[in-house]
């Protein structure tokens, strides 16, 4: 069972920064897409940033040129830079990630709140 534990959400002024990561473990298989996911109170599930099966990134509008994804293939880590938080940006963070055989898999979330 691949579990995936999130740290390093909290309670951060606007402007400020926090660095989100994911530790994937629980699997000899390959994770092939792996990135982060927000749900902010009252909102649907949207995509933050995240790495595609061909090694690429790809970021919501939203946080482009703020946020950064960086990743640690030996470790199965992969992290999350949050610069020039505002507001709009408080929500709980999730990780995910899919395996090269299939199946998606979701950590349990570590909640992000920017103060204005």
């Known amino acids: 069972q691949v579990q995936l534990v999130e740290s390093g959400g909290g309670l951060v002024q606007a402007g400020g920064s926090l660095r989100l990561s994911c530790a994937a473990s629980?699997?000899?298989?390959?994770?092939?897409?792996m990135g982060w996911y927000r749900q902010a109170p009252g909102k649907e599930r949207e995509l933050v940033a995240g790495?595609?099966?061909?090694?690429?990134?790809n970021y919501a509008d939203s946080v482009k040129g703020r946020f950064t994804i960086s990743r640690d293939n030996g470790k199965n880590t992969v992290y999350l830079q949050m610069n020039s938080q505002k507001p709009e940006d408080t929500a709980v963070y999730y990780c995910?990630?899919?395996?090269?055989?299939?199946?998606?898999?979701w950590g349990k979330g570590t909640l992000v709140t920017v103060s204005s």
């Open positions: 790495f595609t099966s061909d090694g690429s990134t």
């Open positions: 629980g699997t000899r298989f390959r994770i092939n897409v």
């Open positions: 995910n990630c899919n395996l090269v055989i299939g199946g998606t898999y």
